[in-house]
């Protein structure tokens, strides 16, 4: 465990990449070469102390890790090691809550001040910083003379804290060490083994399915509730929720689980235990009931949506639905009992797939109000990169060299993210399947040449770490060192860090960040598929040539027809495309139509469709789609997609102009095309 936390996780970054520059190293983190370069001191000063050869690292050359370091850290992955660290604030105000939820004895100051190992007018400073931050949950933390520090609020508040709190820890490179060492802090034995034991046994009895990561969190929350509930501490229900618990199959499972745990099995643990269950486990759309199941039917209404709001048409619309059940599932239950989820990658999925996360939020909008739960950004996150790992497709089905298998804890999403970003970067790679953590190693893998994780593995076959969501850089590194495995091939490193000085040399840089983007995507392998940066914004689609209003039409089909018009002098689209949008509205009904007056008539790219475009049509006196009443359309907005995603970025422009009613007004009440474009203009730059 390393002394602080920045060199911590430089030298966990090193462990996992096999092979490294300097370069890389400062992209990845962000840093300066200084920085890094005092960082890397640290370490091997930190190495020095335990008899292990330095990192070697000059200029921009290759950084490698010493192979007996990187044994050093293979052995003592799971022993337990005497404290050689000093805790952050962060791990401090987190350390305080944890070690007073398993308290047994009062706590004075002196115990915090020996497990923090500060003063105690910094741990007076920390307790006051805890209760600011855990305030919003309602928990605090207070001192009583007879008490000591002890935590006040529902026992329910205090279990949602601890598993945030653990969810938070679990994120550092060296989380689990540190729960060790409080655990062992707080009490004699640490029974995390055998539960986590016994969580397997439970899912191989009752044949379910969990996501390892969330797994391993539970069973450290089941380590921290072993002390807990030998305190008495039990939660409470309202007599009605707990009859409709006690309906749920899955509390035969939380009852076996208590049983084999020999937890008290009072009965407002068993329906605690069957929402953590329900929270954990994913949705098997096999044994859903479509006519009782409200999730299933929500997912299909989801999946009907996202085409709509999308403008594209699943070709496996079952598959899709049966999937985002799987993830939804357990996702309702989380939101419903506020069991904390930690998404790592809800920064950049909001950056990597701005458009579709803005697509999928509103689109969760009118659920979270059916369902009276609040979706928080990280599941809706999630659901994001479910949506996003199904629009990716590779382009071109090339023939199968090597045969690859992915390893992915983190669910179902994820794994299918790696799975297409990996066929798109590799046509000579089949990826065979993805698997758990405990499945890989469960699973003979001597018929795989290569295997792709997101977490350490330990395996003979060549083994490369990757992320759910990789930007340019990591994606370049990955191909140079894939096709150095395979090929021996090795690409000449293009450093956007040295092109930026000789261009500052030369020129003055206005927008660096814009530059930097840039020169990343250039530097990136040819052979790696992008669409950033070829999205068109909205007044690229719609221009005066593609604006038009009308007084009126003879019907809803007319209406279509006039609008694809300029779609079609352009050559951006095929007269089949307008026969195929007309035809899908009598097909599939008015699903178009997404909102008072507004439709969106689209149809398959392979329908006739060219170029990416859009096009829109005003009309003074309304047309009824089906010839229904129900369905009047004054504003058309017919859209052509080559893909799944170029049209996307347009398209969440729409999106937010149309949410604006202010906005749908004056599209309607305004006749000059001046205006308009000028709306879209407006909508074109919001980012």
Not at 134 to 144: D, F, G, K, M, Q
Not at 197 to 223: P, S
């Amino acid at each position: 465990m390393m002394i602080e936390k920045r060199p911590a996780l430089l030298l966990n970054y090193l462990l996992n990449m096999k092979h490294s520059t300097m370069n890389q190293v400062m992209d990845h983190t962000q840093l300066t070469k200084r920085q890094i370069s005092y960082d890397f001191e640290k370490v091997n000063h930190w190495l020095k102390e335990r008899s292990l050869p330095p990192i070697q690292y000059k200029g921009n050359q290759y950084i490698l890790m010493p192979d007996d370091v990187v044994d050093y850290f293979r052995k003592q992955k799971n022993s337990n090691q005497d404290r050689d660290f000093n805790l952050t604030e962060e791990e401090r105000l987190i350390f305080i809550y944890l070690y007073l939820f398993i308290r047994h004895e009062p706590i004075s100051s002196v115990h915090l001040t020996q497990l923090l190992q500060v003063s105690k007018n910094t741990v007076i400073s920390d307790v006051k910083k805890a209760n600011e931050m855990n305030s919003a949950l309602l928990v605090e933390i207070r001192y009583t003379r007879q008490q000591g520090y002890h935590l006040k609020g529902t026992e329910f508040d205090k279990r949602v804290l601890v598993m945030q709190h653990l969810a938070q820890l679990l994120q550092m490179p060296y989380g689990e060490k540190l729960i060790r060492y409080l655990l062992k802090e707080g009490n004699e034995h640490n029974p995390f083994e055998s539960i986590h034991d016994t969580l397997n046994q439970i899912k191989k009895l009752f044949g379910l399915h969990f996501v390892e990561e969330r797994l391993k969190q539970f069973a450290y929350f089941l380590t921290f509730y072993f002390y807990r509930q030998k305190e008495g501490k039990f939660v409470r229900f309202h007599s009605d929720e707990m009859e409709l618990l006690n309906q749920d199959p899955m509390r035969k499972v939380a009852e076996k689980l208590l049983q084999l745990l020999q937890f008290k099995t009072e009965e407002t643990e068993l329906c605690y235990f069957t929402i953590q269950l329900l929270g954990l486990s994913l949705g098997d759309g096999a044994v859903q009931d479509g006519d009782r199941d409200l999730l299933f039917k929500l997912c299909e209404q989801l999946v009907f949506d996202f085409e709509s709001k999308a403008c594209i048409v699943f070709e496996k619309k079952d598959e899709v639905i049966k999937t985002l059940y799987q993830h939804l599932k357990p996702a309702y239950f989380r939101m419903k009992y506020r069991i904390p989820i930690t998404n790592p990658l809800l920064d950049q999925i909001k950056i990597e797939h701005k458009e579709l996360f803005m697509i999928v939020k509103e689109m969760l909008l009118p659920i979270g109000t059916l369902l009276s739960i609040t979706i928080p950004e990280e599941e809706i996150g999630f659901i994001t990169i479910h949506f996003g790992a199904l629009l990716e497709k590779p382009k071109l089905a090339m023939p199968k060299k090597k045969r690859a298998v992915v390893v992915c804890p983190s669910g179902i999403s994820s794994s299918l993210m790696v799975k297409h970003q990996l066929e798109s970067l590799f046509s000579e790679i089949t990826v065979e399947k993805t698997l758990s953590l405990q499945e890989f190693q469960e699973e003979g893998t001597n018929t795989y040449d290569l295997v792709f994780s997101t977490v350490a593995v330990e395996t003979e076959l060549p083994c490369f770490q990757v992320k759910p969501i990789m930007t340019p850089i990591e994606k370049n590194s990955l191909v140079t060192e894939v096709y150095q495995h395979l090929f021996g091939i090795q690409y000449h490193e293009l450093s956007v860090r040295e092109l930026l000085h000789t261009i500052e040399k030369y020129a003055n840089i206005v927008d660096e960040n814009g530059l930097k983007k840039a020169l990343n995507q250039i530097t990136f392998h040819k052979k790696v598929v992008t669409y950033r940066g070829n999205q068109p914004v909205l007044q690229e689609l719609l221009t005066d040539e593609t604006i038009q209003i009308v007084e009126q039409l003879s019907d809803w089909e007319e209406a279509v027809k006039v609008a694809a018009s300029p779609l079609l002098e352009k050559g951006i689209i095929q007269a089949s495309y307008i026969e195929a949008m007309i035809e899908n509205v009598k097909t599939l009904g008015p699903y178009v139509v997404i909102g008072p007056e507004v439709a969106i008539p689209h149809a398959r790219p392979e329908n006739g469709v060219n170029q990416v475009g859009m096009s829109f049509l005003k009309l003074n006196q309304p047309v009824h789609f089906l010839n229904d009443e129900k369905y009047p359309v004054r504003l058309l907005f017919c859209i052509a997609a080559i893909d799944n995603k170029t049209h996307l970025k347009a398209l969440s422009q729409l999106t937010r102009l149309l949410s604006e009613k202010d906005n749908i007004d004056l599209l309607k009440d305004n006749d000059s095309t001046e205006d308009i474009s000028e709306l879209f203009k407006q909508y074109s730059e919001v980012n």
